[in-house]
Antibody, heavy 115, light 108 residues
Framework: EVQLVESGGGLVQPGGSLRLSCAAS????????MSWVRQAPGKGLEWVAN????????YYVDSVKGRFTISRDNAKNSLYLQMNSLRAEDTAVYYC????????WGQGTRVTVSS | DIQMTQTPSTLSASVGDRVTITCRAS??????LAWYQQKPGKAPKLLIY???SLESGVPSRFSGSGSGTEFTLTISSLQPDDFATYYC??????????FGPGTKVDIK
């Protein structure tokens, strides 16, 4: 069974940093592009970032470029999102997901940026 | 960047109704469009990919059509389990993905 389990969310002050992790199991992690998708409270879905199977290509939505970094460790079956210079508008549930070549989502981890 | 719009933003319907949601892309995306269903507090669920291909396990009352810049999701006979929010998503390239703003289908 495919499982994606996010962790690392929480409350952080504006300007702060957080690192989200996603532990993958039940499939061959290195064969899939991986994504982070977020959803602000009461709002729609927003794609945040993608990373290629081997980590050689990374893409971001404009609003997080230069602040967020997606990475992966195929040996550990793990996906990460390093979030720096956080803003109030980054407050959301963050999902780890396979949305290319599949449809698997984690349960989400909540990030709240507030003073 | 490719922008996606959806109409309507909210749709009130009754069980048994035929429901159609429209999604438009700001430029041609060929057939690289997916439709998702999301219920409150849950992760989205893929319904349709490549504009008209039904995801395995999804009821046949769901169908998708369109290409280029205009797409539709149709629910042929709305069921109680279908009251949810629906999102289109373009994946014209692996590099940049965009979701539409969503259409909430609620009970009339």
């Amino acid at each position: 069974e495919v499982q994606l389990v996010e962790s690392g969310g929480g409350l952080v002050q504006p300007g702060g940093s957080l690192r989200l992790s996603c532990a993958a199991s039940g499939f061959t992690f290195s064969r899939y592009w991986m994504s982070w998708v977020r959803q602000a409270p009461g709002k729609g879905l927003e794609w945040v970032a993608n990373i290629k199977k081997d980590g050689s290509e990374k893409y971001y939505v404009d609003s997080v470029k230069g602040r967020f970094t997606i990475s992966r460790d195929n040996a550990k079956n793990s996906l990460y999102l390093q979030m720096n210079s956080l803003r109030a508008e980054d407050t959301a549930v963050y999902y780890c997901a396979i949305i290319m070549g599949g449809d698997y989502w984690g349960q989400g981890t909540r990030v709240t940026v507030s003073s | 960047d490719i922008q996606m719009t959806q109409t309507p933003s909210t749709l009130s319907a009754s069980v048994g109704d035929r429901v159609t949601i429209t999604c438009r892309a700001s430029q041609s995306i060929s057939s690289w469009l997916a439709w998702y269903q999301q219920k409150p507090g849950k992760a989205p669920k893929l319904l349709i990919y490549k504009a008209s291909s039904l995801e395995s396990g999804v009821p046949s009352r769901f169908s998708g059509s369109g290409s280029g810049t205009e797409f539709t999701l149709t629910i042929s006979s709305l069921q109680p389990d279908d009251f949810a929010t629906y999102y289109c998503q373009q994946y014209n390239t692996n590099s940049l993905i965009t979701f539409g703003p969503g259409t909430k289908v609620d009970i009339k």
